[in-house]
């Protein structure tokens, strides 16, 4: 009756199921700054009231004033911005443009697994190319499948935290016919800077995305957006099609395209607040395990998370449930990521500094209490 698309079984994970009957006292999984203690100026969101959205008169690629305001950020000109309500429909838009059903697309191992679920969606084949654990999670072009058409590319990854140098970004640009270079957690640079950014690719076409859910801490608005590099030629065909595809949605609201030059500006700290919040809980995650010497944090270049090391022969979902069930701490395992063995828990770098910093401790305490 229904799709083969789909995956065949919806049920909850054994986490999932057990989180649901449990009370959680510290979330170290939270992924939604919107509850996380932030502070967001009240008046942040008035822009969305400008009389001016009363007016429907709509740009597939997003109105004018929103790609101009967008465009000094994104790093194209507004002509090469196309505007989504967000980055997942911004992957499901360039799966059609670039590829037809049963075609193979190349994604990062570990990283989101959202990625392959909306290639299958799309009636793609997801092939996973193995990031290099002992290289910082660089990528090796070789691992990269040949005969895929598009290879998609995070940066920072989610959750390594782990950036794209400018030789990975050439190199993976090189192995198919186009690149997409997801750059949500872009501004977030916690241990060293930023490698170069998508639009600087040379050569191929290339597909770079952003979106307020994370640049802004806003997902409630629902605007990202496709930054399109290349060749002269090349970006205005790509651009001239994603219109076309986007024109028969039309999905990203009015009044949030025109208050996105207000919002821009006027959430910078909410930006930065963030910023400073991952900073601070990262280096106590750190001097936490400082003293614990069977787990260690792995370099983390940006992002809002943090991979923690433990020893292997723990299992990690046997761990994660144990942590709920005994700690009362929400932590994810490595698995859900694609990593390529036991051994990783998954940490989320927003929470409260209390709750974070107490979570750390219990998280610790539990792994030095079953190390020995």
């Not at 994970?13 to 939604?32: C, G, W």
């Not at 993976?172 to 950014?197: K, N, Q, W």
């Not at 205005?236 to 219109?243: I, P």
């Amino acid at each position: 009756m229904f799709s083969r698309r789909l995956p065949p079984d919806l049920a909850p994970n054994a986490l999932a199921r057990r989180r649901a009957e449990l009370p959680v006292e510290h979330d170290l999984t939270v992924s939604n700054p919107t509850r996380c203690g932030l502070p967001y100026p009240p008046d942040l969101l008035a822009p969305l009231g400008d009389p001016g959205g009363l007016r429907y008169d709509p740009d597939p690629q997003g109105i004018a004033s929103a790609r101009e305001a967008l465009a000094a950020s994104a790093g194209v000109p507004p002509e090469r911005l196309v505007l989504t309500a967000s980055t997942s429909e911004a992957y499901a838009l360039l799966f059609k443009l670039l590829a037809d059903v049963g075609d193979a697309v190349a994604h990062p191992a570990p990283s989101y697994p959202l990625i392959e679920h909306l290639a299958r969606l799309e009636g793609l084949r997801p092939i996973p190319y193995r990031l290099d654990a002992e290289d910082g999670w660089r990528p090796d072009p070789a691992n990269v499948p040949g005969g895929v058409r598009a290879v998609v590319a995070v940066s920072p990854n989610n959750p390594t935290g782990s950036y794209l140098d400018g030789e990975s970004l050439r190199a993976l640009g090189g192995r198919a016919p186009a690149l997409i270079v997801d750059e949500v957690f872009r501004p977030f640079p916690l241990e060293g800077a930023p490698g170069p950014s998508g639009v600087e690719a040379e050569g191929g076409l290339t597909f770079t995305l952003g979106g307020l859910s994370k640049e802004l801490g806003l997902p409630q608005l629902k605007l990202a957006w496709i930054a399109v590099s290349g060749t002269p030629a090349a970006v205005h065909a790509a651009v001239d099609r994603l219109a076309f595809l986007a024109d028969q949605y039309l999905s990203v609201a009015t009044p949030v395209q025109r208050a996105l030059p207000s919002l821009l500006r006027d959430a910078r700290p909410v930006r930065e607040a963030i910023a400073a919040r991952c900073r601070g809980n990262l280096a106590t995650l750190r001097a936490l395990a400082a003293d614990v010497p069977e787990v260690s944090v792995l370099p983390v270049g940006g992002g809002w998370t943090a991979v923690l090391r433990i020893p292997a022969h723990l299992e990690e979902e046997t761990l994660a449930l144990r942590l709920l069930e005994v700690r009362r701490v929400a932590v994810q395992p490595g698995y859900f990521f694609d990593f390529p063995r036991e051994g990783y828990l998954v940490l989320s770098l927003l929470p409260p500094s209390h709750s974070f910093r107490e979570g750390c401790q219990r998280v610790l305490e539990e792994l030095s209490a079953l190390a020995r």
